[in-house]
């Protein structure tokens, strides 16, 4: 994979959590990038997506006003900044490019990901 994922944890609920993307993709400025997420037991779901250009980001209804995607396409890093954590946001985060026509994820390969846990 040309992403690698951190900042996972522990957290109670109501707590805060900031994940990182480093990507070692040389074109990671031309793509849109999003965070996906897993929970046990559900398939693969978008959780928040930023343009090439740092524009327009997109949640999905269960995320907004809670988290905040940013990306600086010089490092070639991706953020989710994740407030107010819910039990219901506990899964592995997964970065990589996404379509905006239809949030679906751009590579097959995937890395290893990050374990967010919300609990008390």
């Known amino acids: 994979a040309q992403v690698e994922e951190s900042g996972g944890g522990l957290v109670e609920p109501g707590g805060s959590l900031r994940l990182s993307c480093a990507s070692s993709n040389v074109f990671f400025g031309n793509f849109a990038m999003a965070w996906f997420r897993r929970a046990p037991g559900k398939e693969r779901e978008f959780v928040a997506g930023m343009l090439w250009n740092g524009g327009d980001p997109y949640y999905a209804d269960s995320v907004k006003g809670r988290f905040t995607i940013s990306r600086d396409n010089a490092k070639k890093m991706l953020w989710l900044q994740m407030d107010n954590l819910q039990p219901e946001d506990t899964a592995v985060y997964y970065c990589?490019?996404?379509?905006?026509?239809?949030?679906?994820?751009?590579?097959?390969?995937w890395g290893q990901g990050t374990q967010v846990t919300v609990s008390s």
């Open positions: 990589n490019g996404f379509y905006v026509a239809d949030y679906a994820p751009v590579f097959d390969d």
